[in-house]
């Protein structure tokens, strides 16, 4: 999807939290980091509160789950593509009551890590092995592990196993 942002230059993406190998929220944060100025409209089965507040975080400008009607979604990009950030009614009041009651900062524990270790995490969580990995990712095994090490030391997991229940936890796959 960043490829391809890059090459096209689109007004608005449509994408979803779940992808291979690199989730929608991070894809999100490099688009921006990048400076692909493309509104980005997230079109996911996820309506958890904590989720659609990331990829909002992220630079999202719409969100729309998968249950939604033809007519809601074309709403959405036409909303998205004019430059207004659009949220489905039944997400939006629940939204503000959680970002008035925590405010705005982010307090989640995956935001500390970085796009790379949730790469690794992610493609863990998949069931990649660590040469699998690097070779997906274009880093050595020994780094892949590296970052695998340090996500355990910053979340406070013993197991490997404990990383993916995190990661599914957190809906990283």
Do not use: W
Not at 64 to 83: D, P
Not at 129 to 150: D, F, P, V
């Amino acid at each position: 999807m960043v490829d391809m942002a890059k090459e096209h230059r689109p007004d608005v993406i449509v994408t979803d939290i779940s992808m291979p190998h690199l989730n929608g929220i991070d894809a999100a944060r490099i688009l921006r980091k990048e400076g692909i100025g493309a509104r980005i409209l997230f079109l996911s089965m996820h309506a958890d509160l904590p989720l659609v507040e990331e990829a909002f975080r992220a630079g999202a400008s719409g969100y729309v789950t998968k249950l939604c009607s033809a007519e809601e979604f074309v709403r959405a990009i036409q909303c998205v593509a004019r430059g207004t950030t659009y949220i489905p009614p039944q997400l939006a009041g629940d939204l503000i009551s959680t970002l008035l009651t925590t405010g705005l900062q982010d307090s989640s524990r995956e935001a500390v890590l970085t796009v790379r270790q949730r790469e690794v995490l992610q493609l863990l969580a998949e069931g990649k092995t660590m040469k699998e990995i690097g070779g997906l990712l274009s880093i050595s095994t020994r780094t892949a592990e590296s970052h695998k090490y340090e996500i355990m030391r910053q979340l406070g997991v013993q197991t490997t196993a404990g990383l993916i229940r995190y990661a599914v936890q957190i809906k990283l796959v």
